[in-house]
DNA sequence: CGAATATTCGCAATCGATTACCCCCGATTT
DNA sequence: AAATCGGGGGTAATCGATTGCGAATATTCG
């Protein structure tokens, strides 16, 4: 097709492509006058950089790979999109990878990348992820990795995290000062560091504020609507059911105050709901739901930087660990300040 | 680093790095033992093909573009997991670009996508983009592509699209069904195809069932809740306030509930109000909203089934363009039959 | 058994760009 | 005037894989 090589130029010109090649690098062996001739020549013939070449040659592809499990929940588009955003004007393209949760498919994805020879690879782990041979290949091939939310402890391995403990103590600690007395938990699957200290802040916040644990307030759930729809059932059937509920998933949460909205039993006046993402139709439901913004385009970003520094930094392997502190957004769900009054009005993010 | 090329199996073996190559590719110029010997010793020694020089030397780098305004709509999202779904199976990869709605950004991803050589391009072109002459320049580089949802009309282009049309229709009917009467129209920026068809399918409606047309009863809208709130407000200041709106955005159909339910005007009894896109949150608003699904999933399936087509019809291009069914989702904020005494606790779907 | 035909494989060019190494020539030095 | 130096630029190898053109060996046939 349409292409022009330094060759072309170098014949055009009658000289020899490695001096196009290094006039258009600003080597400083070329005279300024060869350099400008060749510049211009190139830009008038349309010339541009063959990426596939330099890439083969420099062993650099200048593309980086993204591990997700869905590419359309709102927590990881987002994320990409802050890594997209960061990393595009340092010239770097995005290839973006599922793996359904599935460890296998993890594995096959990894080698997919490194294959594809990219200069990075951005990852939050699958849940089924236990053995880790393929994220040792990666960091034998010395090809930067960052886990973003979802990290294994691996060392060498850097990662930006939100911190988990503190969300799940604020969110905790909110329901508490609302008067609660009697504090629920919505359990994930402690394999994931970040359900296993949502849980530990959950029970640290009951400690300092001495309150009771029990067994029963805690119900393992699965992210799903109808998973907290069975869950609170199964709660409020308890001699003593609780006040307050603390989901590590918003769907679970909506499950919910769904259910207890149809039992008459009122939110928050009876019992006080938060939940854990910050998803999108937690702004519009009634009430409005108290969760917790986990910033994933800031993470996005973060994880970006960390990358670059790690590129920049040459041999030198660096280990990050960021942690971002989460935000407690305050919604009606758990606020029993004054609920009667208030207009449900508020809380609309334009988009 | 790890790499294992065709030239040390050669080595190893004694044979050229010719014979490996050919034995690898299942050439039948090559014995079968001959193939097998080498089949063997590459699995043995962690042979991986270099994807960088394949492309390099063959031009396809079995990579895709794909460019949407931002990745982190769930519209968008879901197309691209329908894309990288599809694709991933056919050993494609998967690039995003983000446009942020700007057209001069959407033609300097199309020059980094190009420069990449990739295989083929996915867009869903910006609101503001007016010249077409980068696109042009894909079609004489001879790669495919695919537009989705928001199409330009260029000849030798294949596109998938909802039939948008029809999906105004469909959403307008229902609320003269509904026994609505005056029904006024959210319209979006008819620059774009999209915008348009369905405010012409609003107006087919009306002429259809012999309703008024009124210049008042059309607001322009931008997208936001915010915008929506305004435009609700506007027209039940008019002195014959309408009965039902049909609106292009989901956002703003949330701002008009919102409004409405604030004025103490009743949702779907005074006022019935459909919503367009399905985005996650509509399933969870009270009332619940009646909306469009665009299929986006569906959508990136068929998008990367029509380029797939194209690259095997090889030199012939094809263009073909698929226009996509809607579908009316009648949930509560429409449905006048019975919203009385059905308790609000359906539509949920399971995440 | 010699020639014709198949079979199996090697040589070297190619895809573009980069770069180590070497060379040429004018200018300065002694 | 011979020796030295350095600016400017060319030669060719290299990154890995593919493939047209032959060439060498093996097989078949008359």
Redesign the pocket.
């Known amino acids: 097709m349409n ?8 014949k055009k010109l ?12 600003n ?9 400008e001739l060749v510049l211009r020549t190139a830009a008038e013939m349309n ?4 990426t ?3 890439a ?4 650099k592809s200048h593309t980086v790979g993204i591990l997700v499990p869905y590419m359309d929940r709102s927590f990881f588009s987002s994320v990409i999109r802050g890594i997209e955003e960061e990393l595009y004007p340092h010239g770097y393209r995005v290839i973006i990878c599922q793996t359904r949760d599935d460890a296998q498919s993890e594995v096959q994805n990894i080698n997919t990348l490194l294959n594809a020879q990219v200069d990075g690879i951005f990852m939050s782990v699958s849940k089924t992820t236990k053995d880790t041979s393929h994220i040792d290949r990666v960091l034998q091939k010395g090809v930067p990795l960052v886990f973003f939310d979802r990290k294994k402890n691996i060392k060498g391995v850097s990662s930006v995290t939100i911190d988990d403990f503190s969300a799940a103590y604020m969110s905790v600690e909110h329901l508490i000062r609302q008067g609660c007395k009697r504090i629920a938990h919505f359990k994930g699957d402690i394999h994931l560091e970040i359900y296993k200290d949502r849980y530990e802040g959950y029970l640290k916040a009951l400690e300092d504020y001495n309150l009771p644990f029990s067994e029963d307030y805690v119900v393992q759930i699965n992210s799903k609507v109808v998973s907290g729809t069975a869950a609170v059932k199964k709660l409020m059937q308890l001699p003593s059911p609780p006040d307050g509920i603390f989901s590590v998933s918003d769907f679970t949460a909506l499950g919910a105050i769904q259910y207890l909205k149809k039992s008459g039993i009122r939110v928050p006046e009876d019992v006080c709901i938060s939940g854990f993402s910050n998803e999108s139709f937690t702004q519009y439901t009634e009430p409005t739901m108290t969760t917790i913004d986990q910033t994933p385009i800031k993470m996005g970003k973060t994880s970006a930087r960390v990358f670059l520094e790690q590129i920049e930094a040459e041999t030198v392997v660096i280990e990050k660990k960021v942690v971002l502190p989460p935000q407690l957004l305050i919604r009606d769900s758990s606020d029993r300040r004054n609920h009667r009054d208030t207009p449900r009005f508020h809380g609309i993010k334009s988009f």
Chains 1, 2 share one sequence.
Request: glycine share 2%; aromatic share 4%.
């Open positions: 292409k022009v090589t330094i060759y072309d130029i170098s009658n000289i020899s492509a490695a001096t196009v090649s290094r006039a258009l690098n080597n400083p062996k070329i005279s300024i006058k060869t350099r010339y541009e950089q063959n596939l070449a330099l083969l040659k420099s062993g």
